[in-house]
């Protein structure tokens, strides 16, 4: 059931992540926002760290994460394609994996400069499964 999709707004792009629990879509929002950069699969998962955050409501906290994981990849230079999240009462922490990244070796797109609260949701879909949604600037 898990997967990432990518949805059309204008000159951004909306990434959609979809799981059977609110972890596993924030798991494949995050995938889904790699992917709008390069292919995840071209990410060596050789590297952790750990990020924390914390929100009043899951959409808030859809945002701060993805915001985290953009921050994390431009202070450290590197490129992430395994997410591993854990949300408890709105706080979430997060181990990712990942690799520095290698502009010849990556070919990177485009840059993700932030996520947004443009089509923000966090829901439950008609079949009980969990969507993570929002528009990411490039």
Partial sequence: MKRWEHFE???DIGVRGIGRTVDEA??????SMTAVILDPASVQPVESIEISCEADDLETLLVDWLNAVIYE??????LFSRFEVRID???LNAKVWGEKMDAQR???TVEVK?????SLAVRQGTKGEWIAECVVDV
């Fill in 9 to 11: 707004h204008q000159a």
């Fill in 26 to 31: 924030f798991q494949q929002a995050a995938l």
């Fill in 73 to 78: 990849m431009a202070v450290r230079r590197m």
């Fill in 89 to 91: 009462q709105n706080k």
């Fill in 106 to 108: 990556h070919h990177p």
């Fill in 114 to 118: 932030a996520a947004t609260y443009h």
